[in-house]
């Protein structure tokens, strides 16, 4: 298995455009999460669904940050307008929602927004 | 709501030096826990958890961690550390009332010097 997947690795963009990451979870993981990494707040978790229906999003920042996943194999992330105090590293992971609950991180997604 | 906490920010070691990384935790029904590592420039891998059973696990690469129920900690250590683990140590958690949901300390950065 690949492993979680996450796309952009990278991207920098300007105050107000919209960012849209996504994400790969491993086949067959049927939990899926999306969390921020800063070094000021460390790892927040945003939001995190359960076969595909979102079960809590108590940690997403604002009306900006939206997340989705309309299929078991992808989910994205979007910030809309993009703000400079967005910038951090956005991770996702899974896992199965049965049995231990180990999470699988993908590789990350750095966003800069000037 | 549930924490962790992480009183150590930062720890500068030699190699072969003993470490000790403190990680609390507020809840008072069952837990499951875990160390993350995160390598310089890469994603969170799993270093050992905690279920049920035996308080002290064993988890890759020497360390191991002590779950402790009356002082709610779960102390990651290692007896020789090595310039390889030059890493971020986190601790996590998921609560007994969320089978999902796993919240992370700030994180404790482990500099060592060769």
């Known amino acids: 298995d690949a492993g979680v997947i996450q796309s952009p690795r990278h991207e920098v963009t300007e105050m107000g455009q919209e960012v849209t990451l996504r994400c790969k979870p491993i086949?067959?993981?049927?939990?899926l999460f999306w969390y921020r990494q800063t070094m000021m707040r460390g790892l927040e978790l945003l939001i995190y669904?359960?076969?595909?229906?979102?079960?809590?999003d108590s940690g997403m920042p604002e009306d900006r940050f939206s997340a989705k996943m309309p299929n078991a194999s992808f989910s994205t992330l979007k910030i809309q307008p993009s703000e400079p105090r967005d910038s951090a590293v956005y991770f996702c992971?899974?896992?199965?929602?049965?049995?231990?609950?180990?999470?699988?991180f993908g590789a990350g997604s750095r966003l800069t927004v000037l | 709501a549930q924490s962790v906490s992480q009183h150590n920010h930062h720890v500068i070691l030699s190699e072969a030096a003993s470490l000790e990384l403190g990680c609390n935790y507020s809840?008072?029904?069952?837990?499951?826990l875990f160390w993350y590592v995160q390598y310089p420039g890469q994603h969170l891998q799993l270093l050992l958890k905690?279920?049920?059973?035996?308080?002290l696990v064993k988890g890759i690469k020497g360390f191991e961690a002590e779950f402790i129920k009356s002082k709610f900690s779960f102390n990651l250590r290692k007896p020789s550390v090595q310039w390889s683990d030059t890493a971020e140590y986190f601790c996590?958690?998921?609560?007994?009332?969320?089978?999902?949901?796993?919240?992370f300390g700030t994180g404790t950065l482990l500099a060592v010097q060769p």
């Open positions: 992971a899974s896992t199965l929602s049965s049995g231990a609950n180990v999470l699988t």
């Open positions: 086949s067959g993981h049927n939990s």
């Open positions: 669904f359960n076969n595909n229906v979102p079960i809590d």
């Open positions: 809840y008072g029904g069952t837990v499951n």
């Open positions: 905690y279920f049920s059973g035996d308080p």
């Open positions: 996590a958690v998921i609560t007994g009332g969320a089978t999902n949901k796993l919240i």
